[in-house]
């Protein structure tokens, strides 16, 4: 079965400082893989998404990046943090019909 | 953009009582989702509605589709303290394939 892992659940970080999340899919190749900001309260809003190893599509600009070094690892970064960059991030893969998301559990981010 | 919008934006009932939430979306759509999210952890999909389908059963789940009105609703029959979750629609917009995300109906269901 298919399993999806964000680390680490939990982040307070001062104002900029750099950023590294990660999330690794396991039991699926080539998967369709997305990140997403939740603030708090609110929907989701797609960040980054990607279909394939180092193909990145940006939704929003920010000052936020995000890498596919591996087929099944994608990662979130920043140089430097802002306030604004505080909120529930999610990871999220889809498979080859592209229709149902899976989501990881998430990084609770607080930038201070 | 925001394409599915949630109503209510939260609602509070007894255990044993049904609870029905509503999304509405502007654009013509493919498919429509609902997904459920505990507090603090990630979305969970709980079921997938084709345009050409009015109507889908998962346990205890209802699912109903209206496209003439753009809309759908998740109706929960009997309710447990177990269901209080968040509760998000996702629609396929304008032709995407990645699902736009609702702002979501919080749900209490009080044991």
């Known amino acids: 079965s298919q399993t999806i892992h964000q680390w680490p659940a939990t982040l307070v970080q001062p104002v900029g400082s750099p950023l590294s999340l990660e999330c690794t899919v396991e039991?699926?190749?080539?998967?369709?893989l997305y990140w997403y900001r939740q603030a708090a309260g609110r929907g989701l809003q797609l960040l980054f998404y990607?279909?394939?190893?180092?193909?990145i599509s940006s939704e929003v600009p920010q000052n936020l990046s995000a890498s596919r070094p591996q087929d099944r690892q994608f990662i979130l970064s920043s140089k430097k943090l802002l306030l604004s960059d505080s909120g529930f991030y999610l990871c999220?893969?889809?498979?080859?019909?592209?229709?149902?998301?899976?989501f990881g559990p998430g990084t609770r981010l607080l930038v201070l | 953009s925001q394409q599915g919008e949630e109503d209510p934006q939260a609602l509070s009932i007894q255990e044993g009582e049904n609870a029905t939430m509503n999304c509405s979306y502007k654009t013509s759509i493919n498919n429509l989702q609902w997904y459920r999210q505990n507090s603090g952890r990630g979305l969970v999909h709980l079921i997938l509605i084709r345009s050409n389908e009015r109507e889908k059963h998962s346990g205890r789940l209802r699912v109903t589709l209206d496209t003439s009105k753009k809309s759908s609703s998740l109706l929960i029959t009997a309710s447990r303290a177990a269901d209080t979750a968040s509760y998000f629609c996702a629609t396929d917009e304008g032709g995407s394939y990645i699902p736009t995300f609702g702002r979501g109906t919080s749900l209490i269901v009080h044991p």
């Open positions: 039991g699926t190749s080539n998967p369709n």
């Open positions: 999220a893969w889809s498979g080859a019909a592209q229709e149902t998301q899976y």
């Open positions: 990607s279909v394939g190893i180092g193909q």
